[in-house]
């Protein structure tokens, strides 16, 4: 952010600065005709006898899994296993698991530097985390101990793996299981080599590789020297990559399987010891340690994080959701054939209303009750499960195709903004911070501590604890300008210093339009599968409902006819393989 006096404020259309990193949580394979074919003869010859003999290994393993925990009380399984149980039955998993690998493609697994001694670093951290195939870094360092949801003990053969390596258990679903994590990662993490070293994957979500999220403290907590992993697929082609956004987990599995060789090439970078001050902050540990990550892979480190179910990516200070809940509620409006702008919303501005799940359904007049249900609890309900009016009449006027920025700017303003008693001799009304973070939370999915701390930069210069109109107003307008150079920096929003209202600097406008961050004007809320070619880079609009790119009208009939192909030997693979799987299990048990 550029730096200037409280009175100044940054040029509305920025100059082209440095390429925006990409955006992580998509991956888009684009495939050649040839390609195509490729995978197509692969997929329906190779593909099917791999999986199926992977996954006759993957139940080989169970025996051996059970064998080392067989007998064992909980009291035992508290310490590391040793004697036979150690010797026998983990270079059973190991020599498998090897194999299991092997057959689904992966010849080759490149290791580079050295591995540290679990003395030197009890913990090892793992990057970038981007597909379902990672757990293959376990096998160069040795099967160490890993940390895993509790819900995964009652899969099959995946349950009995998580207790034969003797996994940290956390439950989602119980505040206090996190704090026996942390106790249990410290605990093992300082047993003076006793314990064999933890592996962390500290993104917590899968990427498409070309930028690293944002690192969870859960692996520095202890304050102890980690030996950072690196992981890298150099393929011809990234068919592994699982992101959020992008091929699914059959279709990972068919096309990496369809390759003749897959290559992983695992790198131990230097084992990295924190200084005093990053053992008593944890946060700082992780992100120094990601950042030095981040540079021996050549990719961006980000704040992009996964918050809740949904990923935000940063822009400039901000965190914004990549797809607001905000268009789930459209999409359910849509769906009951309403129109945003034909629901009568008096919300009293300054002052909140508290509506129930009855008089929402009759404001907006819905009379399914599962559709009342989904649409009511889009909303932030209080103790008594209550929903301020405001947001309702603020998210349904951002979904109003009648509204310009201005518009919307104005009325969230007046809805939100107060007249404290303090504040009578100055500028009037002023919007405060949780006014602030209502309205970013609910129009671009932001947090609320994200939305509260930008507040706070934006106040600290002057004596005010409030913005303005006009200070919200020009920020919503740099933050759409913003969009036009990067989804990850903001260049127009000035110093964090609140600026004056000043008359902006002339600036010729750009030829091009820019994507609004800020959810004005008609559009349509787009569906996971209807966004998957989002260009967040700034240089082309998404795709509206008014103006679809399509492509070259000589190539669509080859690519139908292709897609066509490939769906039909990709169900005939999957089919044969199944019968095979069937007809192996009943020689297997009843002959």
């Not at 962390?200 to 859960?218: D, I, Q, R, V, Y």
Request: glycine letters at 6%; aromatic letters at 8%; a positive charge.
């Amino acid at each position: 952010m550029s730096q200037g006096s409280p009175g100044d404020w940054a040029p509305l259309y920025p100059t082209p600065g440095p390429p925006a990193p990409p955006n992580p949580f998509v991956h888009e394979l684009h495939l050649s005709r040839l390609q195509r074919v490729k995978f197509c003869l692969l997929g329906a010859l190779l593909a099917p006898i791999r999986v199926l003999l992977a996954f006759i290994v993957l139940f080989l393993l169970w025996p051996f899994a059970w064998l080392q925990v067989a007998g064992l009380t909980e009291e035992q399984l508290q310490e590391p296993i040793t004697g036979w149980r150690k010797t026998v039955c983990h270079n059973g998993v190991l020599g498998l698991s090897r194999l299991l690998f092997f057959l689904l493609g992966f010849l080759r697994i490149r290791v580079r530097g050295q591995r540290a001694s679990r003395l030197q670093a009890p913990v090892l951290v793992a990057a970038p985390h981007s597909t379902f195939f990672d757990p293959i870094v376990l096998l160069p360092c040795d099967l160490p101990k890993v940390v895993s949801r509790a819900e995964n003990l009652s899969v099959p053969v995946i349950g009995a793996l998580l207790r034969f390596n003797q996994a940290i258990l956390v439950s989602r679903h119980d505040p206090a299981s996190r704090r026996r994590v942390v106790e249990e990662v410290r605990r093992r993490a300082t047993s003076g080599g006793k314990w064999p070293q933890v592996l962390f994957f500290p993104e917590g979500t899968c990427s498409n590789k070309k930028a690293l999220l944002k690192f969870k403290p859960g692996a520095f907590i202890a304050g102890v020297p980690v030996q950072p992993v690196l992981i890298r697929y150099p393929n011809s082609l990234d068919t592994t990559s699982w992101a959020w956004r992008g091929p699914g987990v059959l279709k990972v599995l068919w096309l990496t399987a369809s390759q003749p060789c897959s290559i992983v090439d695992v790198e131990f970078l230097p084992v990295y010891r924190p200084s005093p001050e990053e053992s008593r902050d944890p946060t700082l540990y992780a992100n120094n340690v990601q950042r030095v990550m981040a540079q021996a892979l050549g990719i961006p480190a980000t704040e992009c994080e996964f918050v809740g179910s949904l990923p935000v990516i940063v822009v400039g200070r901000l965190k914004v959701a990549l797809e607001p809940q905000l268009w789930e509620l459209g999409r359910v409006l849509q769906k009951a054939g309403l129109s945003p702008g034909c629901v009568d919303t008096e919300a009293e501005p300054g002052r909140s209303r508290m509506i129930s799940q009855e008089e929402f359904a009759r404001q907006l007049q819905l009379s399914d009750p599962q559709m009342v249900a989904g649409a009511f609890s889009y909303f932030q309900q209080d103790a008594r499960g209550l929903v301020d009016f405001r947001d309702v009449a603020l998210a349904l006027a951002a979904l109003d195709g009648g509204r310009s920025l201005e518009e919307l700017t104005r009325l969230a303003f007046e809805l939100f903004a107060e007249d404290k008693e303090e504040q009578a001799e100055g500028p009037g009304r002023l919007l405060y911070k949780d006014g602030f973070s209502t309205i970013l939370h609910l129009l671009l999915g932001s947090p609320h501590l994200a939305a509260r701390t930008l507040h706070a930069e934006l106040c600290q210069a002057g004596a005010r604890q409030g913005l303005s109109l006009c200070l919200l107003s020009r920020l919503a307008l740099a933050m759409q300008v913003s969009s036009r150079t990067s989804p990850f920096t903001t260049r127009s929003m000035g110093s964090s210093s609140a600026p004056t209202c000043a008359p902006p600097r002339h600036q010729t406008p750009p030829p091009q339009p820019a994507p609004l961050l800020w959810p004005t004007g008609p559009r349509r809320p787009p569906s996971r599968r209807a966004t998957e070619h989002l260009d967040l880079s700034g240089s082309h609009p998404p795709p509206d409902s008014g103006q679809r790119q399509r492509p070259p009208l000589g190539l669509k009939p080859v690519s139908v006819l292709l897609d066509f192909w490939l769906s039909l030997l990709v169900f005939l693979s999957w089919f044969s393989f199944f019968v095979r799987l069937v007809l192996f299990c009943k020689k297997l048990f009843y002959i």
